[in-house]
T-cell receptor, first 113, second 114 residues
Framework: AQSVTQLGSHVSVSEGALVLLRCNYS??????LFWYVQYPNQGLQLLLK??????LVKGINGFEAEFKKSETSFHLTKPSAHMSDAAEYFC???????????FGKGTRLHILP | GAVVSQHPSRVICKSGTSVKIECRSL??????MFWYRQFPKKSLMLMAT?????????EQGVEKDKFLINHASLTLSTLTVTSAHPEDSSFYIC??????????FGPGTRLTVT
């Protein structure tokens, strides 16, 4: 069965600093991997996704993530944090050909002025 | 991009009553929609998969008689919480699937049962 582990329920970075949100997954078959962002009292917005091909995936708002099969990881990064990046971030996994998406528990990103 | 709407965005109901939440795909047809429940400061829990024209598939532990799901058309799925109780208070989010394995999420519905 698939699962997702997000390390750190809360991460704080200073404005302008590197953002690194960690995600490890477990899947018995090649996975599809996703990062979503959720602002308070709103639904989820897709930041980026990995399906096949290039392992470094670029998303919206300057975020990117790298699929590392050997490490079963899909960490999310952004070179320079902005105050507007403060939100909840969810890593998610699904098996190729499966409709279900399994979410991690989320990481709350705090941006310090 | 694809837009999914939910109505209402917020609802307060009395214990014992039923409440219906609508999920619409506004600019695309979705053969599959999903319903999630999100507890405060928690992740999203998949409740059920809704397929147009057929019965919904519920996840283990989700009471199908309590959470009635209807997917009557390619653009509309509804979730009805029957005989609601305070423990059903939560944030309910739907999503709709489009080709190329993308899910688009609605803005969510905050249900409060008093």
């Amino acid at each position: 069965a698939q699962s997702v582990t997000q390390l750190g329920s809360h991460v704080s970075v200073s404005e302008g600093a590197l953002v690194l949100l960690r995600c490890n997954y477990s899947s018995s078959v090649p996975p599809y991997l996703f990062w979503y962002v959720q602002y308070p009292n709103q639904g989820l917005q897709l930041l980026l996704k990995y399906t096949t091909g290039a392992t470094l995936v670029k998303g919206i708002n300057g975020f990117e993530a790298e699929f590392k099969k050997s490490e079963t990881s899909f960490h999310l990064t952004k070179p320079s944090a902005h105050m507007s990046d403060a939100a909840e971030y969810f890593c998610a996994v699904s098996d190729q050909g499966d409709d279900k998406i399994i979410f991690g528990k989320g990481t709350r990103l705090h941006i310090l002025p | 991009g694809a837009v999914v709407s939910q109505h209402p965005s917020r609802v307060i109901c009395k214990s014992g009553t039923s409440v219906k939440i609508e999920c619409r795909s506004l600019d695309f047809q979705a053969t599959t929609m999903f319903w999630y429940r999100q507890f405060p400061k928690k992740s999203l829990m998949l409740m059920a998969t809704s397929n147009e024209g057929s019965k919904a598939t519920y996840e283990q532990g989700v009471e199908k008689d309590k959470f009635l799901i209807n997917h009557a058309s390619l653009t509309l799925s509804t979730l009805t919480v029957t005989s609601a109780h305070p423990e059903d208070s939560s944030f309910y989010i739907c999503s709709a699937r489009v080709p190329h394995y993308e899910q688009y999420f609605g803005p969510g519905t905050r249900l409060t049962v008093t």
